[in-house]
């Protein structure tokens, strides 16, 4: 059994940065009801003509040099965790791929936002088994392109952006993943969801009329759910574990509302101080909030080589999933 290393960090956010400020302009919405329900100052969204692949891309080879300068030669498979794919056929990671220009196998993961936490663990599984020794994974979304900007409730809450992790085989068997648990909930599969488009319902003019081609959420319901679900998910893990809410040295929490967050912090009484949070300026930018928040944690000094962290997701599906990894 090997262990697994974060050889390589990159993020991208695009240019155009929207205000809640520049939302009240086209909606009927204001800056203290978005900030006082959700934490969201603003959020950054790709012009016409940019698709998910573009953002990967360019968080991809932030990442990619790191690790090159770090003596990774070659990437064995690309993961990529999205709900904003470039197309329905083929894969994002195959046009990420291409893109990049290195040969690997490609795999996209379509699990919500907590997608990038499920390939987080997909891809410590390759390498930890000897099936792969480096994977480049990437958490991207050009997710405003899924936005009814007529829906108050939904487009106030997302943003576009990506984050990738180049993970790397060592010899050190106790870097890397320590354990994960993961749910779904399938019966709530229309907590959050495009209702066209799809083979259930397939794209027609109708469909376009009634504005079933973008993102519906029963925002509520989701959040009773995170907020009924997850601190006993992560109690169970730490637990199982052998640690105490205060023995992880960084919350990594997907960044979709910042009361959901909260919640689950004071549930647990964890310390704040161990808990990263960047939804003010970035958003909902759904299965690239984590690798993004990481991103920034990381930079800002928060982990050193033997760090707890704790990277925990949840969202359409209903699913969740919660990862223990040491640095
Ligand atoms: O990453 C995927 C996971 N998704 C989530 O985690 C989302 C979880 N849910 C949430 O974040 C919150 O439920 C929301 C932020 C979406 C909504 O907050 P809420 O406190 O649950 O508000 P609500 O939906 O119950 O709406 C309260 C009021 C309503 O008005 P009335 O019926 O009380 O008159 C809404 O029409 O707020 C109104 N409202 C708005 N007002 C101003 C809804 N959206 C807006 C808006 N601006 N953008």
């Given at each position: 059994m090997f262990g697994v290393e974060i050889t390589g960090l990159g993020i991208y956010v695009p240019s155009r940065k929207i205000t809640n400020f520049d939302l009240e302009k086209i909606m009927d919405t204001s800056d203290e009801w978005i900030y006082q329900r959700t934490g969201i100052k603003q959020r950054y969204v790709v012009e016409n003509g940019i698709s998910t692949s573009d953002l990967a891309?360019?968080?991809?080879?932030?990442?990619?040099?790191?690790?090159?300068?770090?003596?990774?030669?070659?990437?064995?498979?690309?993961?990529?965790?999205?709900?904003?794919?470039?197309?329905?056929?083929?894969?994002?990671?195959?046009?990420?791929?291409?893109?990049?220009?290195?040969?690997?196998?490609?795999?996209?993961?379509?699990?919500?936002?907590?997608?990038f936490v499920y390939a987080l663990i997909v891809a410590s599984s390759l390498i930890k088994s000897n099936l792969s020794k480096n994977v480049l994974l990437v958490g991207a979304e050009a997710i405003s392109k899924y936005l009814d900007w007529q829906d108050r409730t939904v487009s106030i809450l997302l943003g576009d952006?990506?984050?990738?992790?180049?993970?790397?085989?060592?010899?050190d068997k106790d870097k890397g993943i320590i354990d994960s648990n993961v749910g779904t909930d399938g019966t709530l599969?229309?907590?959050?969801?495009?209702?066209?488009?799809?083979?259930?319902?397939?794209?027609?003019?109708?469909?376009?009329?009634?504005?079933?081609?973008y993102i519906k959420m029963q925002g509520?319901?989701?959040?009773?759910?995170?907020?009924?679900?997850?601190?006993?998910?992560?109690?169970?893990?730490?637990?199982?574990?052998?640690?105490?809410?205060?023995?992880?040295?960084?919350?990594?929490?997907?960044?979709?509302?910042?009361?959901?967050?909260?919640?689950?912090?004071?549930?647990?009484?964890?310390?704040k101080s161990r808990v990263y949070n960047n939804i003010e300026k970035y958003a909902n930018t759904s299965a690239a909030s984590i690798p993004i928040a990481f991103y920034e944690a990381y930079m800002n000094g928060l982990v050193k080589p033997g760090s707890i962290v704790l990277f925990s997701g949840f969202g359409a599906g209903f699913t969740w999933a919660n990862v223990l990894w040491k640095i």
């Amino acid at each position: 059994m090997f262990g697994v290393e974060i050889t390589g960090l990159g993020i991208y956010v695009p240019s155009r940065k929207i205000t809640n400020f520049d939302l009240e302009k086209i909606m009927d919405t204001s800056d203290e009801w978005i900030y006082q329900r959700t934490g969201i100052k603003q959020r950054y969204v790709v012009e016409n003509g940019i698709s998910t692949s573009d953002l990967a891309l360019a968080a991809s080879k932030i990442a990619l040099e790191e690790a090159r300068r770090k003596g990774v030669k070659d990437i064995d498979y690309i993961i990529l965790a999205t709900n904003s794919p470039d197309y329905l056929i083929p894969s994002t990671s195959s046009v990420l791929q291409g893109k990049l220009g290195i040969s690997a196998g490609t795999l996209d993961v379509f699990s919500g936002c907590t997608g990038f936490v499920y390939a987080l663990i997909v891809a410590s599984s390759l390498i930890k088994s000897n099936l792969s020794k480096n994977v480049l994974l990437v958490g991207a979304e050009a997710i405003s392109k899924y936005l009814d900007w007529q829906d108050r409730t939904v487009s106030i809450l997302l943003g576009d952006g990506a984050g990738a992790f180049v993970l790397s085989q060592t010899n050190d068997k106790d870097k890397g993943i320590i354990d994960s648990n993961v749910g779904t909930d399938g019966t709530l599969a229309e907590l959050i969801y495009i209702p066209a488009g799809g083979t259930k319902k397939p794209f027609d003019k109708k469909s376009l009329e009634e504005r079933e081609v973008y993102i519906k959420m029963q925002g509520r319901e989701v959040f009773k759910k995170v907020v009924s679900i997850l601190p006993t998910e992560i109690k169970k893990l730490l637990d199982k574990n052998g640690l105490k809410p205060n023995d992880v040295d960084l919350y990594i929490f997907h960044q979709a509302n910042i009361r959901i967050i909260n919640t689950v912090v004071e549930t647990l009484e964890i310390d704040k101080s161990r808990v990263y949070n960047n939804i003010e300026k970035y958003a909902n930018t759904s299965a690239a909030s984590i690798p993004i928040a990481f991103y920034e944690a990381y930079m800002n000094g928060l982990v050193k080589p033997g760090s707890i962290v704790l990277f925990s997701g949840f969202g359409a599906g209903f699913t969740w999933a919660n990862v223990l990894w040491k640095i």
